[in-house]
């Protein structure tokens, strides 16, 4: 009860901007293990549907075994403001499709982004890690959320 009294009180003082986010890495996290983990849960990769057994069979559940718990690691370390987790959500995009680049490369899966080219991807990142640093680094309250962390 204690934990949870704790994890509520954090919750409350994180800034409104960064609540969403937190709620959504823990919720897609957990998602993305279960659709590894679970028996009868398929997955849709760039418009190829996979089953169960073909995420094993491919390799792409070892990649949401990897990229799920790190959602999830960067979601509690931005509502515990720890230092990693701004820049962690900076480039986390990359941090995503690393897994599955790594997987693709080394078993033959299918490609995670095939229908878009590398130069639209990394520019959705650089949007992304722009909008990330303004918002984390740039804007007051969420800045102050995790210099006063951090200081105290």
Request: charge should be positive.
């Amino acid at each position: 009860m204690r934990t949870a009294d704790g994890i509520r009180a954090r919750y409350q003082v994180l800034p409104s901007a960064l609540r969403m986010p937190v709620i959504g890495l823990l919720i897609v996290g957990i998602c993305l293990v279960a659709a590894a983990l679970i028996p009868g849960i398929g997955f849709n990769m760039d418009g190829i549907e996979l089953t169960w057994r073909d995420l094993w069979r491919t390799g792409i559940a070892i990649a949401l075994l990897v990229v799920g718990p790190l959602m999830a690691t960067v979601g509690i370390g931005v509502l515990y403001a720890k230092a990693w987790a701004r820049p962690a959500l900076v480039a986390l995009p990359a941090l995503q499709v690393l897994p599955f680049y790594v997987v693709h490369w080394a078993m033959g899966s299918p490609s995670l982004l095939q229908s878009i080219s590398p130069g639209l991807f990394l520019g959705l990142c650089a949007a992304w890690g722009l909008g990330a640093v303004i918002g984390l680094y740039v804007l007051p309250v969420p800045r102050n959320y995790f210099e006063a962390r951090r200081m105290g």
